[in-house]
């Protein structure tokens, strides 16, 4: 077998494309032996070498195979394969298929990353909503938001923004049913404001729909999404659980609700905007719009910033543990 397995290891990274898939085939046929094999790879590999994400995909593909020999050489080496095989078992069994000692480890590097967390950025093209920090327990109540855990800005915006880590998986309730259930990130304070990221929880109940319904508790609560490859913005503000001003590049209508004051400025040519920022009807740029209403997203000032972000799950019965992904601390 281990000439087998060399030999295959090799075509991982063949110029032949069908000749690599045939490798990858091979490998996860051969099941958890090849975790030994494949590990070496992605230690000293580049990232975006053809024979990197070979052996990447092979583990995915084994999936919960792998763990237990992932594990063990974790607890028993080889001891340059420990910090790999950590990563793996988190990137195929979430925080839950970790060992005790690492779990308290992980949560003491958060704790000490918090401490000095400061700046932080925020992706301005996203989806996002913003609401009063003052609220934030109204907010998580309004939301349905549980197992709340603190989490540096870098690890929450990796597990809400689907960049490798899930940020939705399915459960069965008690009643026998399926259900989905998100994972959402609740950023720092900034200035007043808090904001909540979670691509498929704000895509699977819209969120034009949660910013009303946490308006209801909070007073006022605004949706961004900003797309530039589509050349589509949205922003939406809800005071008190009804939309008072939206605008959609892409809506039918584009526009709802009257200007509010600082589009005025705008419309009435009192201050200079970019043309392409704002139109005779009010303000197009949803960032603009939120530089004005709650927060400018991007580099975020180290005085405008307090606290810490919360990583929290919508359902009670689905903890932080059970999504799979290693994060960045």
């Known amino acids: 077998m281990p000439d087998t397995i060399d030999s295959l290891l090799h075509d991982l990274d063949d110029d032949d494309r069908n000749r690599r898939a045939t490798a990858e085939n091979g490998l996860v046929a051969l099941g958890a032996p090849v975790v030994d094999h494949v590990l070496p790879i992605l230690r000293s590999g580049h990232p975006r070498s053809r024979s990197f994400r070979g052996a990447e995909s092979v583990l995915s593909r084994l999936g919960d195979k792998a763990v237990p020999r992932l594990r063990e050489i974790r607890r028993n080496g080889p001891g340059q394969l420990r910090s790999m095989a950590l990563r793996f078992v988190a990137e195929l069994s979430g925080e839950q298929g970790l060992d005790p000692v690492d779990r308290r480890a992980i949560e003491r590097l958060v704790r000490v990353k918090l401490l000095s967390e400061r700046p932080v950025t925020l992706p301005p093209e996203s989806r996002w909503m913003a609401f009063p920090a003052d609220h934030l327990e109204a907010v998580i109540s309004a939301l349905g938001l549980h197992d709340l855990r603190a989490a540096t800005t870098v690890m929450g915006l990796a597990a809400t923004e689907a960049g490798g880590a899930h940020d939705s998986l399915e459960i069965e309730t008690s009643h026998g049913k399926k259900e989905t259930v998100n994972r959402v990130f609740i950023t720092p304070q900034f200035g007043n404001w808090r904001l909540l990221y979670g691509n498929s929880f704000l895509d699977g109940f819209g969120g034009e729909y949660l910013a009303e319904k946490a308006s209801e508790q909070c007073g006022e609560a605004q949706f961004y999404s900003v797309d530039t490859y589509h050349d589509a913005h949205v922003w939406y503000v809800a005071r008190n659980g009804r939309m008072v001003r939206r605008h959609a590049t892409w809506g039918d209508p584009e526009w709802e609700g009257e200007p509010l004051p600082f589009e005025v400025e705008y419309i009435e040519g009192k201050v200079w905007i ?56």
């Open 274 to 329: 970019d043309p392409s920022q704002a139109d005779a009807h009010g303000v197009t740029d949803a960032n603009v719009a939120a530089r004005h209403l709650s927060v400018d997203v991007g580099f975020m000032r180290k005085r405008e910033t307090h606290g810490h972000g919360w990583l929290a799950t919508t359902h009670p019965g689905a903890l932080n543990s059970h999504f799979k992904g290693a994060l960045p601390i």
